[in-house]
């Protein structure tokens, strides 16, 4: 029983005062993770809440997950496999992607969410059973892809663009 209690009493302690920091399978940045299968792994990611910025370096996750604004900076290669059926891979109110890394997404729903989202100078892949890449907002946000490389399956939409635009500039897209 005293094995037990010291456990919970662990368990809640990493959770409640580490709310921050991110669990090597789930990343939820504003909330407390849920899914703490691994130990925590700071080699392979790095969140610096100061400027909300998630840097990967060759990670495996599941999903990444905020109700803030979020830029990723990719390094390395990077994969995020979502075989959870109720959440989408990548969401966060305003989202840069970038970085000189790949970053691979495989996705039971929508592999990209967010209001703005903005990928530049990056390498990025998505196999989608929804939206690749959604832009979800009726505010009149755009997706913005520069200097980037694409490679988009999606069973849905390749694009989503509730209200705003879609602009590709000196970018590669092969749809799979």
Request: proline fraction near 1%; charged fraction near 20%; aromatic fraction near 8%.
């Amino acid at each position: 029983m005293k094995i037990k209690l010291k456990f919970i009493f662990c368990f809640f302690f990493l959770l409640f005062l580490t709310p921050k920091i991110c669990f090597a399978k789930i990343i939820e940045i504003d909330r407390i993770t849920y899914d703490v299968v691994d130990v925590l792994d700071q080699e392979t990611f790095i969140y610096d809440a100061k400027n909300d910025t998630l840097t990967l370096k060759n990670a495996n996750l599941k999903t990444i997950k905020t109700s803030n604004s979020l830029k990723i900076n990719v390094e390395g290669e990077n994969t995020l496999v979502n075989d959870i059926s109720n959440f989408d891979s990548i969401v966060a109110k305003d989202l840069i992607i970038t970085g000189s890394g790949n970053l691979n997404i495989i996705s039971n729903r929508k592999g990209i969410i967010g209001e703005r989202i903005k990928i530049q100078g990056t390498n990025l892949s998505i196999l989608s059973k929804s939206d690749a890449i959604t832009s979800s907002s009726s505010y009149n946000y755009d997706i913005i892809i520069d200097d980037s490389n694409l490679n988009i399956g999606s069973e849905v939409n390749i694009f989503n663009v509730v209200s705003g635009n879609l602009y590709l500039n000196n970018s590669n897209i092969k749809i799979l």
